[in-house]
């Protein structure tokens, strides 16, 4: 079995003369039944969210609204996803680090999660992450 990779994935797209609409439904677009939702913004010029990984939990991130990047490192490299529109999103497999940046005004980071909070599935030591990987 190949492992996993960090990709972006295209959403559907119906577009309309009063307003474009995209959705996701969890079975069908993404690789993981979604458990959990939540949304980042009010983000303040400059700012930046730190690296972590997490051990089992799977991620889709969409720029519902502005824009910012994604910095992914699955161990062997580095990537920087400028995401800008909303209709795709980038999938996170488990065991990936990534830190987001680049925050543009008015940007809303919308994360769709395949599992529950919790702060023991983080690991947010990168050398403790790229020993884990090697
Ligand atoms: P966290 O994921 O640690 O953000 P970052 O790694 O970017 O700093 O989340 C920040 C805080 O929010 C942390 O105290 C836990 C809380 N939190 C929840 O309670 N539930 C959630 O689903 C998320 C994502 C965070």
Redesign the pocket.
């Known amino acids: 079995m190949t492992t996993p990779q960090a990709r972006i994935i295209e959403l559907p797209k119906i577009l309309d003369e009063r307003g474009n609409l995209s959705f996701i439904e969890g079975s069908n677009h993404l690789p993981f039944d979604i458990r ?1 939702t ?1 949304w ?1 913004y009010d983000v303040p010029g400059g700012m930046f ?2 690296g ?1 990984a997490f051990r089992t939990q799977q991620e889709f991130i969409v720029a519902l609204s502005g824009s910012f990047d994604v910095v992914v490192n699955d161990g062997t490299g580095e990537t920087r996803y400028h995401m800008a529109r909303s209709y795709y999103g980038l999938y996170l497999p488990a065991m990936t680090w990534r830190s ?1 940046d680049n925050f543009s005004t008015n940007s809303v980071v919308l ?1 769709l ?1 395949s599992s529950d ?1 919790c ?1 023991d599935d ?1 690991i ?1 030591d990168f050398e403790q992450f790229k020993q884990m990987k090697a």
């Open positions: 959990r939540y980042i969210r730190h972590h987001i994360v999660s909070y702060a983080y947010r």
